[in-house]
């Protein structure tokens, strides 16, 4: 098995990204295709005593879509763009999985571009793992589709369920619609008609979210635009940040609570564990016809390798191969009422 990895995405490329597919590939045995500038990809191998070591190979790639670019733009003036080269490697059967911690924007529309659409699904999202105070959930879309119809979020709600029951072990996911309120009128002309539609969709709906209930564990998935759920992930992570900052500030204000922290270390690193988005280490677009994890801008050596350690189960779980039945069986017409529905 073999990952294709955007080895220039990322604020830092290509020196975590190498690092920590080098780190998955001793872990899991994983082959690697590091994709982008050669001679810098070249550089960074050569500061592993173990890289000859290793399945590496090293795909040439010359451009890079930076962070600011215009995706769709920047796809079209960078044939040889490293996500671009990546996606076709995926494509043509020469990869099982994609990684890329770059422009999300690119990725998406290189992805959908390369892969092609699952047969059903309209839109890919992102689904992202959140730690909540029972388990772990799934939140999507992150990020991929902005401008979502009910029909969209009702896929989202379908894809989602698979993930959770693939990725998280839960035979029956609560699916939850996020809103501004629990009654199913309130909300946007987009939640109130994604209410109905769920209601006769082949999940376990159980009605809306509210944000502050989206780390309690209520739902075992939650569903919402791009936007929205983009916003909420970028909201999350920065209180985490916060939270992290203000306590380490408190506990080491005085001699008598800098003791506390001592003592309370353990305690405090698991908090970190389990908040920390590095842990899983990137998101899988569903919906596109193969297998791609989205990482963060920021990702460190540590979250490149659980991202690529988690293509590399996911590849061998077949997951994209489980939605797209799981899909075909769902036997309900996205978006359109059933009879007798108005």
């Known amino acids: 098995m073999r990952i294709a990895i955007d080895a220039m995405g990322g604020d830092f490329a290509p020196r975590h990204i190498v690092d920590g597919a080098l780190a998955a590939a001793r872990s899991v045995g994983c082959g690697l295709a590091l994709v982008g500038r050669r001679d810098a990809i070249q550089g960074e191998l050569d500061r592993h005593a173990d890289r000859d070591r290793l399945d590496v190979r090293v795909v040439d790639a010359p451009d890079v879509i930076a962070m600011a670019e215009a995706a769709a733009a920047a796809l079209r003036r960078k044939p040889k763009a490293s996500i671009r080269v990546a996606a076709d490697l995926v494509a043509a059967g020469e990869a099982a999985a994609l990684f890329s911690a770059g422009h999300t924007g690119a990725t998406v529309m290189a992805a959908?571009?390369?892969?092609?659409?699952?047969?059903?699904?309209?839109?890919?999202?992102?689904?992202?793992?959140i730690p909540t105070r029972r388990q772990p959930a799934?939140?999507?879309?992150?990020?991929?589709?902005?401008?979502?119809?009910?029909?969209?979020?009702?896929?989202?709600?379908?894809?989602?369920?698979?993930?959770?029951?693939?990725?998280?072990?839960?035979?029956?996911?609560?699916?939850?619609?996020?809103?501004?309120?629990?009654?199913?009128?309130?909300?946007?002309?987009?939640?109130?008609?994604?209410?109905?539609?769920?209601?006769?969709?082949?999940?376990?709906?159980?009605?809306?979210?509210?944000?502050?209930?989206?780390?309690?564990?209520?739902?075992?998935?939650?569903?919402?635009?791009?936007?929205?759920?983009?916003?909420?992930?970028?909201?999350?992570?920065?209180?985490?940040?916060?939270?992290?900052?203000?306590?380490?500030?408190?506990?080491?204000?005085?001699?008598?609570?800098?003791?506390?922290?001592?003592?309370?270390?353990?305690?405090?690193?698991?908090?970190?564990?389990?908040?920390?988005?590095?842990?899983?280490?990137?998101?899988?677009?569903?919906?596109?016809?193969?297998?791609?994890?989205?990482?963060?801008?920021r990702s460190s050596a540590k979250a490149v390798r659980n991202a690529v350690v988690l293509a590399s189960r996911f590849a061998a779980e077949g997951l994209v191969d489980r939605v797209r039945r799981e899909i075909a069986a769902a036997s309900v017409a996205w978006g359109e009422p059933k009879a007798g529905q108005s």
């Open 138 to 297: 799934v939140l999507l879309d992150t990020g991929a589709t902005v401008g979502c119809r009910p029909p969209h979020l009702v896929q989202f709600a379908v894809m989602g369920s698979v993930f959770a029951r693939v990725a998280l072990g839960l035979e029956r996911p609560r699916v939850g619609l996020l809103s501004i309120g629990e009654e199913e009128t309130k909300g946007t002309d987009l939640t109130r008609e994604t209410h109905r539609l769920l209601k006769g969709a082949p999940v376990h709906f159980i009605g809306n979210v509210e944000a502050r209930d989206a780390y309690s564990g209520v739902a075992d998935v939650i569903v919402c635009d791009g936007f929205t759920g983009n916003v909420v992930l970028k909201v999350s992570e920065g209180l985490v940040e916060t939270v992290e900052a203000l306590l380490r500030e408190e506990l080491s204000s005085t001699f008598a609570r800098r003791i506390g922290y001592l003592l309370s270390r353990r305690a405090f690193r698991r908090f970190r564990r389990r908040v920390d988005y590095s842990e899983y280490g990137g998101a899988p677009l569903v919906g596109v016809a193969g297998l791609c994890i989205v990482g963060h801008g």
């Open 112 to 129: 959908h571009g390369a892969l092609g659409m699952l047969p059903g699904v309209d839109r890919p999202a992102l689904a992202t793992t």
